[in-house]
């Protein structure tokens, strides 16, 4: 069994930067596809990115495009998300998630989710 840590949630004004860290335990990380899950409140959990089992695919939602970037570490067993040029609506807590399928993402496991508050 998997267990994921987030860190570096927080507070953050428009048009700043953020850098989530999920740092995993257990057998199985190096065989799973990872992602970033993000749930608002009075909203359901929406996919926000994903990187394949050698970090060399990555994937995003529109919305966080050009903005958020993906990225892992096999040996460190950790997936991180850069989050630059940040607007209000990414005010949410971020999940990090494992065993991530496409093309309508979910996820077999999860940690425990970090806050981001982004002011305007």
């Known amino acids: 069994q998997v267990q994921l840590l987030e860190s570096g949630g927080g507070l953050v004004q428009a048009g700043g930067s953020l850098r989530l860290s999920c740092a995993a335990s257990g057998r199985t990380f190096s065989s799973d596809a990872m992602g970033w899950f993000r749930q608002a409140p009075g909203k359901e959990r929406e996919f926000v990115a994903g990187?394949?089992?050698?970090?060399?695919?990555?994937y995003y939602a529109d919305s966080v495009k050009g903005r958020f970037t993906i990225s892992r570490d096999n040996a460190k067993r950790t997936v991180d998300l850069q989050m630059n040029s940040l607007k209000p609506e990414d005010t949410a807590v971020y999940y990090c998630?494992?065993?991530?399928?496409?093309?309508?993402?979910?996820?077999?496991?999860w940690g425990q989710g970090t806050q981001v508050t982004v002011s305007s």
């Open positions: 998630a494992g065993r991530v399928s496409w093309p309508a993402p979910r996820a077999e496991y």
């Open positions: 990187v394949n089992l050698s970090g060399g695919t990555t």
